[in-house]
């Protein structure tokens, strides 16, 4: 009998007649026939003369053909790390570095971390010994300033390369540039089957080493009429597929934590309102906050009998292959960053992904056998919605902190650097201004004492200058708390949906006066103070992980403190020294208050401070915000007060007195409030 009532059903119509879905064969093999069994392995030995042959090489595959796992394996087992030389391979992001050193140091039979290891921020999980290091791209870029020329490493395999991540294509340029004079050194740019053209030529006229790929015809099914509410679609879709088609995982994207976190609730209360007339349905989420334990869950097999599905961000796009998923289900949406180079506001978006992005996420059905991709969205909005490929992000990005690190390697002449995609020229030229207001840059644009310093804490421009006005400030001791609870934030406080007056009350008790910041400063104290107690985590609505992770942070900040020669020191408990270095450091963030909202001092754009704020009713006069959001409207998240003479303090040469004039002495009306819930 039918579990879901009609109307609850989501109409998709196909657009091909497609094959009826073949049982997938998932039988259990050994770890070495499985990587036997890879579509790479036929070509080990192609592959291996072919990087004799040339220096650098463009290698394509589809995604789960065995690239990032196996190449680097080929590598060693030919002698590429003889004399402790070393193999470098890139990847976008952190989940996929860690999880693939992972799985690579199992199938080698290493321990992670020794012969095989990665490289984050702010962790290292890597010794001596190891000679293959997945990184992430960011760290790859930070290793030019200790080692110019890379000489430790006799390969380096750009992976992902299709992702076009900020990072990636600034090693691009610089990895063009060492292979010059490195002869011995190899490159491999890796990429699923997208733009290998244009690495190929960028490289000059690198040869392409293609792969062929093993896939299964996907059917693609859409919507009758476009989704109100894609959580929603997503849910019913997935207990449709559940109840309605044969055995086979599905893949759900979705665009970040709340969402994934949101949706795998809802499918818990579902599934266990529907009780035992289901079959079991194991729910996995997975996206980068998540710790490492449970990410390696999603590759654990399904139980026989049960069907899985893992609700993910595009993370399981290229990056990461799930073995077994027939079902996607694709709202069509990513979060993206886009930036303004006009305001220099930068934000994360909601926004609908690209059809070259549809495309991978449907390819995820077809590799085990025939599978299904379920589009939440019309054939219609396929075709003229959505853009053909996505931008890549050094088009919609600060560069602050390339800029800051590619004078720091000498690279002065920003303009003429081998871009693939060049920068907007405006962009370049608001990250040199802000450089430059931020004392990092002389106005020759050139790197001062304190930009060289700046660039020696892996972090942006802003709260890098932050940490370093700590010293000014003699508050070092709580900046570097608070750099650490910022970096790991909108994770820090616990809202379980059926504890939201309890959870916000816990909130609230942590509440001080001036703002986010110095609440983030009070939660971490507050754990010092317990011991960095899981219990004090648990009774209060703190979640231990993300407060694990500060601490990690801190440690790792403070141990550079001494390389760029700051005492660590408190204040003491005065507040105001604190506020001065967060704005010093972000001066550039500053709202001032104005009729039902908050304006942009530089460029007057109208902002508003999110409802989590501990400022949401307060609304003071000036604020500064660590970040925009942008959700119904411009939200501020964490938001900290200041006093505008400060702005002339820490930033002569950006503000004048005139401008930080307020228009009337009267103290604005208060908003009228909207309730959190509200507001979302
Ligand atoms: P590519 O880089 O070409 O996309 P990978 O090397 O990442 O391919 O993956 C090859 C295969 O290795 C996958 O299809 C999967 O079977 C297996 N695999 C990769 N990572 C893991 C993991 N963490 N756990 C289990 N299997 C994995
Ligand atoms: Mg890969």
Redesign the pocket.
């Known amino acids: 009998q039918l579990i879901l009532e009609e109307d609850e059903m989501i109409n998709f119509v196909s657009t091909q007649e497609g094959p009826s879905l073949s049982q997938a064969d998932l039988k259990k093999q050994s770890m070495q026939e499985?990587r036997r069994s890879?579509p790479i392995f036929p070509y080990r030995e192609d592959l291996l003369r072919a990087i004799t042959q040339h220096q650098i090489l463009v290698i394509e595959?589809e995604?789960?053909?065995?690239?990032?796992?196996?190449i680097p394996q080929y590598l060693m087992e030919d002698g590429y790390t003889k004399g402790g030389m070393k193999i470098g391979c890139t990847q976008p992001r952190r989940v996929a570095a860690m999880?693939?050193a992972?799985?690579v140091a199992e199938e080698t039979s290493v321990k992670l971390g020794n012969e095989v290891g990665y490289s984050i921020r702010f962790e290292d999980c890597t010794s001596e010994r190891t000679v293959l290091k997945y990184m992430t791209d960011g760290m790859l870029l930070r290793e030019f300033l200790t080692e110019p020329d890379l000489a430790s490493y006799s390969v380096v395999i750009i992976d992902e390369a299709h992702e076009r991540t900020l990072h990636t294509d600034i090693l691009f340029g610089l990895i063009k540039d060492i292979a010059r004079f490195r002869p011995d050194l190899k490159v491999l740019v890796a990429s699923a089957t997208l733009d290998t053209e244009r690495f190929s030529c960028f490289f000059d006229e690198a040869p392409v080493f293609r792969i062929p790929g093993r896939r299964f015809p996907v059917d693609i099914y859409y919507t009758k009429a476009p989704e109100a509410d894609y959580l929603e679609a997503c849910v019913v879709s997935v207990l449709q597929i559940h109840v309605t088609q044969s055995p086979g995982d599905i893949l759900v994207f979705l665009t970040g934590q709340e969402e994934i976190e949101a949706c795998c609730e809802l499918l818990q209360e579902r599934c266990r309102r529907l009780g035992s007339k289901i079959a079991e349905l194991v729910i996995l989420p997975i996206y980068a906050n998540l710790p490492s334990d449970m990410q390696a869950k999603i590759?654990t097999p399904t139980p026989p009998g049960a069907r899985k599905v893992v609700v993910a961000t595009n993370i399981a796009e290229?990056s990461?292959?799930i073995?077994g998923i027939i079902y996607v289900i694709d709202p069509g949406f990513c979060k993206q960053k886009s930036y303004n180079a006009r305001t220099g506001m930068e934000s994360l978006i909601v926004t609908p992904c690209s059809r070259a992005s549809a495309n991978q996420r449907a390819g995820r059905a077809g590799r085990v056998a025939a599978g299904k991709c379920f589009r939440l969205y019309t054939a219609w909005a396929f075709k003229h919605e959505m853009e053909e490929t996505t931008v890549p992000e050094i088009q919609r990005t600060n560069l602050g902190n390339v800029v800051l690190l590619l004078k720091s390697l000498g690279i002065n002449d920003l303009i003429h650097f081998d871009f693939m995609d060049p920068p907007p020229h405006e962009t370049l030229v608001l990250a040199l201004e802000q450089l430059y207001a931020l004392g990092a840059l002389n106005h020759l644009g050139e790197l001062t004492k304190l930009g060289r310093r700046m660039a020696e804490l892996p972090v942006d421009p802003m709260l890098s200058k932050m940490i370093l006005a700590s010293e000014q400030y003699k508050c070092s001791e709580e900046i570097l708390s608070i750099a650490a609870m910022l970096s790991v934030n909108n994770s820090i406080f616990y809202r379980p949906k059926d504890k939201v007056v309890h959870a916000d009350n816990a909130r609230m008790n942590f509440t001080v006066p001036g703002g986010d910041h110095l609440v983030l400063l009070n939660v971490y104290n507050q754990w010092v103070e317990s011991g960095f107690s899981t219990q004090w985590c648990y009774e209060n609505f703190i979640q231990f992980r993300s407060m694990r992770r500060a601490r990690d942070v801190r440690d790792q900040l403070e141990g550079l403190m001494e390389r760029i020669e700051v005492e660590v020191v408190s204040a003491q408990g005065d507040c105001v020294p604190i506020r001065k270095a967060v704005t010093a450091g972000y001066f550039y963030h500053t709202a001032r208050l104005s009729k039902g909202g908050y304006k942009t001092v530089k460029h007057q754009q109208t902002v508003y401070v999110h409802p989590n704020s501990s400022l949401f009713e307060e609304q003071p006069r000036w604020l500064i915000y660590h970040e925009l959001v942008f959700t119904t409207k411009e939200f501020m998240r964490q938001v900290i007060e200041i006093d505008s003479s400060w702005l002339l303090e820490v930033a002569p040469h950006y503000y004048k007195s005139k401008e930080l004039e307020d228009s009337s002495t009267k103290k604005m009306p208060r908003k009228q409030g909207k309730t959190k819930d509200e507001l979302g």
């Open positions: 499985v890879l595959g995604t789960g053909s065995g690239k990032t796992t196996q999880s693939v992972a799985r590759f290229t990461l292959t073995d």
